[in-house]
């Protein structure tokens, strides 16, 4: 999927693990609770996480394959709409089974070209469904229903909504494998978290959070899970990622801050891209201050700290956004 990929796939692999399948997990991000993004199992069961930006994954053939979203992202590679759902059927039927969330609308639109077994989850369609969502500062509760019927109040570690969707894309998997609810339950209990995704760095009279987000709809969905959790004045540091992704998203990147009281932008990491004329971090600046009051673009990252300095408040909460380098100033941000 587009979203939730490195969270939802390390999830999953902590179920198995809890099952004491010994599965072999393959993940795009650090998992906490292991220390490392890959763990080799002795166990016939691999969880992987597949990148879907050049197509590559439309060669796997899974057991199980979960779709967590899909969202119009890598088209410099896919070109149009129609092309990318096409490789997403591919790879759902492909597998012999697939979980697949059923909020997303582009899942919706493309359900009835599905040939494989399937089973949906989401808060407002699937199977599987989330209610009572009540987030806390560090973590969020909420009733699972299936078909209607009650399994009961799940508890993980995590805040947002989006989590709460990738905590049933675990769940759904775990039941696919016929793994009793007490033991998924348990595991994702249990799940402390991914490296940068809603990291907290510094929890004090200033907080810090680290986090990947580099999609417009990962960004809004991170400013609104950080605003909801702990209710502070928030900081956003954000560093585009691609001049392809900044070119083909950039009204969209111009309205989905409205959730950070200052927002403050560096240039884009090219990610070994070249540079595409007309398109920078000054352009997107001046597309995005139409919508924030307070916006600020510092072309040079390593001179954020010292502004955000003069910047901060007690009780402000500093999110550093980006898939990019801008991870190298997240330490001087927590010593401020």
């Not at 540091?237 to 959730?259: E, M, N, S, V």
């Not at 597309?287 to 300095?309: L, Q």
Request: hydrophobic share 35%; charged share 25%; glycine share 8%.
């Amino acid at each position: 999927g587009a979203h939730g990929k490195t969270t939802s796939t390390g999830l999953i692999g902590c179920v198995l693990e809890k099952m004491g399948l010994d599965p072999t997990i393959i993940n795009g991000g650090i998992v906490l609770s292991f220390g490392s993004n890959t763990r080799l199992g002795n166990g016939r069961h691999i969880v992987c996480e597949l990148d879907e930006s050049d197509g590559s994954f439309s060669f796997v053939h899974s057991k199980i394959a979960v779709v967590t979203n899909i969202d119009r992202e890598h088209m410099d590679y896919f070109k149009t709409m129609k092309r990318m759902l096409n490789e997403y059927l591919v790879f759902i039927n492909q597998a012999e089974m697939a979980i697949l969330c059923g909020d997303d609308k582009y899942i919706r639109k493309i359900l009835p070209s599905i040939k494989v077994k399937y089973t949906t989850y989401g808060t407002r369609h699937g199977i599987l469904r989330a209610r009572n969502i009540v987030q806390n500062k560090n973590c969020t509760y909420f009733d699972v229903l299936k078909n209607g019927n009650s399994i009961g109040r799940w508890k993980i570690n995590l805040i947002g909504r989006h989590n709460v969707l990738n905590a049933l894309s675990a769940i759904s998997v775990g039941e696919a494998l016929s793994i009793d609810y007490d033991v998924i339950k348990l595991a994702l209990g249990e799940f402390s978290g991914t490296e940068r995704r809603l990291e907290v760095k510094r929890d004090d009279d200033i907080m810090v959070i680290s986090d990947y987000g580099h999609h417009p709809t990962e960004i809004k969905k991170t400013l609104k899970a950080v605003k909801r959790a702990w209710k502070r004045p928030v900081i956003a540091i954000f560093q585009p990622h691609r001049y392809t992704r900044t070119k083909d998203l950039l009204d969209r990147f111009a309205k989905c801050f409205g959730d950070s009281d200052t927002l403050i932008l560096t240039e884009i990491y090219s990610a070994s891209e070249k540079p595409i004329p007309g398109i920078s971090g000054k352009i997107l600046y001046d597309e995005i201050k139409k919508n924030h009051k307070d916006c600020h673009f510092i072309p040079d990252f390593y001179k954020i700290p010292e502004f955000v300095k003069r910047k901060v408040k007690k009780e402000s909460c500093l999110l550093v956004l980006g898939a990019g380098d801008i991870i190298n100033i997240v330490d001087d941000i927590v010593s401020l």
